[in-house]
């Protein structure tokens, strides 16, 4: 099986920053695009940033410029420097990741446990 497991979530006080880390693990033949979603208590999923294979990144208009996403190919791992941090940023951050298994012809989504960013003075 696949795991995502992420890491660097925390409280951090408005115009500070925070690096989040996602490290894929299992039978993983290859991995195409990796993104990071957030969610709000009582907003839908949203979109943060999102990294393919070969590094071309897309970003919510809300972190632009803010937020960077990178990604490590040999390491399966994707990571979101999140700078200038603002109270709406506060949210659950999952990572997701469009995976190509060793037991499987075709590519799917899986999705971390999510760790929590909290932005507050």
């Known amino acids: 099986q696949v795991q995502l497991v992420e890491s660097g979530g925390g409280l951090v006080q408005p115009g500070g920053s925070l690096r989040l880390s996602c490290v894929a693990s299992?039978?993983?033949?290859?991995?195409?695009?990796m993104g990071w979603y957030r969610q709000a208590p009582g907003a839908q999923r949203e979109l943060v940033a999102a990294?393919?294979?070969?590094?071309?990144?897309n970003y919510a208009d809300s972190v632009k410029a803010r937020f960077t996403i990178s990604r490590d190919n040999a390491k399966n791992t994707v990571y979101l420097q999140m700078n200038s941090l603002k109270p709406g940023d506060s949210a659950v951050y999952y990572c997701?990741?469009?995976?190509?298994?060793?037991?499987?012809?075709?590519?799917?989504?899986?999705w971390g446990q999510g760790t929590q960013v909290a932005v507050s003075s």
């Open positions: 990294i393919t294979s070969g590094g071309r990144t």
């Open positions: 997701n990741a469009d995976i190509l298994t060793k037991a499987s012809w075709s590519s799917r989504d899986y």
């Open positions: 299992g039978r993983i033949r290859g991995i195409n695009t």
